[in-house]
T-cell receptor, first 114, second 108 residues
Framework: DTGVSQNPRHKITKRGQNVTFRCDPI?????LYWYRQTLGQGPEFLTY????????KSRLLSDRFSAERPKGSFSTLEIQRTEQGDSAMYLC????????????FGPGTRLTVT | AQRVTQPEKLLSVFKGAPVELKCNYS??????LFWYVQYSRQRLQLLLR??SRESIKGFTADLNKGETSFHLKKPFAQEEDSAMYYC??????????FGRGTSLIVHP
């Protein structure tokens, strides 16, 4: 499978714990996006990278959230001191850096904070 | 600010009936508009974009700048069209804004 992959697919954690998710984009894609999706809503933009540079972050991304893409390939999204409100599907997408570049989505990581 | 509104959470039709999923947007410049689809247990995928002016799986969407709309249409719905459909807008940055989605159910 040469598509975008995300690990883990499901994560259950207790409030206050830290979690880290990984996204592996399509290899030639230099743009990588993170989204959060809650029930009944569309994906909400969190942050995106072009190569290893984090170019934009949403106001939704509180100080407890951090994302990295150290070598311009895979990316990690860490949530510190998780809260029940963090329960959601976290989606990763990648694309080429060109006008009209299509975003290809991963299957998502479903986070449940108990 | 950019905003996408999909007024219907659910659209239920019978096979062979015409389908129109509504999308209205708010953006001061010239946006790129997209429709994404998510079939059951599958990942979100691009269905079509306005700049391509193409028909995919029998679906078309026309950008109406006067009405700020990008409705998705299909003349004869099929059962396999049942899915979640998301309208998305991309403005001057590369960051898309998604609508909340419309669940389309096509009954046999």
């Amino acid at each position: 499978d040469t598509g975008v992959s995300q690990n883990p697919r499901h994560k259950i954690t207790k409030r206050g714990q830290n979690v880290t998710f990984r996204c592996d984009p399509i290899s030639e894609h230099n743009r990588l996006y993170w989204y959060r999706q809650t029930l009944g809503q569309g994906p909400e933009f969190l942050t995106y990278f072009q190569n290893e540079a984090q170019l934009e972050k949403s106001r939704l991304l509180s100080d407890r959230f951090s994302a990295e893409r150290p070598k311009g390939s895979f990316s990690t999204l860490e949530i510190q001191r998780t809260e029940q409100g963090d329960s959601a599907m976290y989606l990763c997408a990648s694309s080429l850096a060109r006008i009209g570049g299509e975003q290809y989505f991963g299957p998502g990581t479903r986070l449940t904070v108990t | 600010a950019q905003r996408v509104t999909q007024p219907e959470k659910l659209l239920s039709v019978f096979k062979g009936a015409p389908v129109e999923l509504k999308c209205n947007y708010s953006y001061s410049g010239s946006p790129e508009l997209f429709w994404y689809v998510q079939y059951s247990r599958q990942r979100l995928q691009l269905l079509l974009r306005h700049i391509s002016r193409e028909s995919i799986k029998g679906f078309t969407a026309d950008l109406n700048k006067g009405e700020t709309s990008f409705h998705l249409k299909k003349p004869f719905a099929q059962e396999e069209d049942s899915a979640m459909y998301y309208c998305a807008l991309r403005g001057g940055s590369y960051i898309p804004t998604f609508g909340r989605g419309t669940s389309l159910i096509v009954h046999p």
